[in-house]
């Protein structure tokens, strides 16, 4: 590159940074203002199953089983499963809600799917002989998927559903944990494995008044078909003579705005901060092409999947989307100045302008698209890829060019105040019948605020307490102090695209744990705490280039509304990747000696 190209693409990266750094100021809350409520209270109601009939009630269940597992989402299965075939018999699963599932439980609002593919993202396709009928399947398949595992596995005979944990507390004279519930329950497991994703508890905006509102109002996440008439797939008949507000433009509004659009009289979509939306490109599966996978197919796809997403080298893109379209794009962009002659002496660098590109290619599909061009502007991301969770979608900008749609760019200042009859927004009040909730869950409050109680380890020590600087795990598994304890989450476990992934790699290693426990008759196992010390010290090292580009972002909640200190980066994953994780966790097995795990 010669110098006056070189000085051009300097003057555009820092025009590019001003303006960065711009939007992300402008959504900075100088109050210091919370950017969320957490539903409890008067606000309490946005927590209630709407997919359960009322006043279910049974008998408290009083007993001792092998292993209890908090939470029935894909994570809850997956733990459950392994266990299973590592040969664990009783095991109970307790979920809040009406069936397993969990995220998939709760979103069905309409246009719920997931965004990740999903011959890699639905677990155990292989063991029970299932094909997704699309490369993008709709939340109830993944929801019927669900069932099945829990069908497959026996998990049914001992759940307890619409069931609460209130307190686990760890008995040191029987080396059992006691488990109570919000019905009464009192019983006891060896094994207690915690699984409560932080995609379960709904959260609503951090502005006055929505306990004001007389209209409908609900959360995506318990949505009210009852009003708005159709399912997930559409239909919503219930909304034709209804003026509507939507408020939040990530990852469900960008599914669930071109079904309001299609049906409400009116559409107002609230907007602090644009959504990253590239295209999808959804279809139905080529059931010959199914038909004629070997076995192990879905391995080898989940494994390529996670090579090309970590900038690793691979002969094919199997999954060839926008997930790996970034990586692979950042590859040839080296390759380009290599074969040209050029020295690569800053790979962040060849990163960074692999991103740009990407984002400006984002940029100018809106102005294909969208036809008005405040509306067009006002939709443009500005900020880098890695400050927001991709979304994809191919119906959301054309929804705009709807005349009963409306966009209401807050410009990153969210909604002033709800009021009897409606929002606030920029000084002007927007008159409303329904307003819906787009805005996601609680995500970086404590853990055991997340999960809704607290666990009592040896001595009376609460994990609460020993967390309360930030999480201390040995593979983000297990906690000294809290023996025969797993806890899977993201936190200080392996990064990656498709979770269900890592959740598949954490569930298998505490089968091998509990299988090993068991094999040389031990009653406990925790780590040391000199194990437990030097992976904190590993998760916190490996955050440090991040925690540098997540503090340049725009508030969300992957950068802690833009608090990147000590405590959230101990609370960070494991950011070397899916491939490093696995790698660590079959390492440590093939050491044959569980080192810096303590059996009692």
């Known amino acids: 590159m010669d110098d006056e190209a070189d000085s051009e693409v300097r003057a555009r990266r820092k025009a590019l940074d ?256 644009p959504a990253p939306v590239d295209v999808r490109n959804d279809r139905p599966t080529d059931m010959d092409w199914a038909r004629s996978l070997p076995s192990g197919w879905q391995k080898d796809r989940m494994a390529n999947f996670n090579l090309v997403t970590t900038g690793q080298k691979v002969d094919a893109d199997l999954i060839d989307d926008g997930w790996t379209d970034l990586v692979v794009n950042v590859r040839l962009a080296a390759q380009r100045r290599i074969e040209a002659g050029e020295m690569i002496d800053d790979p962040a660098a060849i990163v960074q302008l692999a991103d740009d590109a990407r984002m400006e290619r984002m940029r100018e599909r809106i102005d294909r698209v969208v036809q008005d061009r405040a509306t067009a502007e006002a939709l443009k991301p500005w900020y880098a890829q890695a400050c927001k969770r991709p979304c994809f979608h191919d119906e959301y900008f054309p929804t705009f060019n709807r005349p009963n749609v409306t966009l209401v760019d807050t410009r990153g200042k969210g909604l002033q105040r709800v009021t009897e009859t409606g929002v606030i927004a920029g000084d002007r009040e927007y008159p409303l019948d329904c307003l819906i909730f787009a805005t996601g869950f609680t995500y970086n409050d404590d853990y055991t605020d997340i999960i809704g109680f607290d666990i009592t380890g040896r001595g009376g020590l609460r994990l609460s307490e020993k967390w309360k600087d930030g999480a201390a795990t040995l593979h983000g598994l297990t906690s000294r102090g809290f023996p025969n304890c797993f806890i899977v989450s993201a936190t200080q476990a392996g990064h990656a695209v498709n979770f269900q992934y890592t959740l598949d790699l954490s569930s298998t290693h505490i089968a091998y744990i509990v299988s090993q426990a068991e094999a040389r008759q031990a009653r406990t196992l925790e780590p ?73």
């Open 528 to 600: 040391t705490a000199e194990a437990e010390a030097a992976w904190v010290d590993v998760v916190v090292a490996e955050t440090e280039l991040r925690s540098a580009v997540l503090a340049e972002c725009t508030p969300g909640y992957l950068n802690n509304e833009g608090k990147v200190d000590m405590r959230a980066r101990r609370n960070s994953q494991y950011f070397k990747g899916p491939v490093a994780f696995q790698k660590v966790l079959e390492d440590w097995r093939a050491e044959g000696t569980m080192p810096g795990m303590e059996l009692g």
């Open 18 to 273: 001003a303006k960065y750094r711009a939007e992300r100021d402008r959504r900075v809350r100088a109050d210091g203002a919370a950017q969320y409520l957490r539903p409890s209270g008067a606000y309490a109601r946005y927590l209630d199953d709407p997919y359960v009939e009322p006043g279910f009630t049974r008998a408290p269940v009083h007993d001792d089983v092998d292993a209890v597992i908090v939470g029935a989402g894909l994570g809850g299965l997956l733990a459950a499963a392994r266990l299973r075939q590592a040969g664990v018999k009783d095991i109970r699963i307790i979920e809040k809600a009406g069936d397993v599932g969990g995220t998939w439980y709760w979103n069905r609002y309409p246009g719920c799917a997931c965004d990740v593919e999903s011959y890699i993202y639905m677990p155990l396709l292989e063991e029970l002989a299932y094909t997704p009928t699309r490369k993008y399947a709709p939340a109830p398949e993944i929801a019927a998927h669900c069932k099945a595992i829990a069908r497959h596995f026996d998990l049914y005979d001992l759940a307890l559903f619409q069931t609460e944990v209130t307190d686990v507390t760890w008995r040191e004279d029987t080396a059992r944990w006691t488990i109570r519930t919000d019905r009464d329950d009192a019983f006891t497991a060896k094994y207690v494995v915690v699984v409560s994703s932080r995609l379960h508890r709904p959260q609503l905006p951090g502005a006055p008044g929505i306990e004001t509102f007389r209209g409908r109002s609900f959360h995506t996440s318990r949505w009210d078909y009852a009003y708005t008439g159709g399912d997930h797939t559409g239909g919503l008949t219930g909304l034709t003579d209804k003026r509507v507000g939507i408020v939040g433009t990530g990852a469900t509004a960008v599914q669930a705005v071109p079904h309001l659009g299609a049906w409400a009289k009116e559409l107002y979509v609230f907007q602090r901060t």
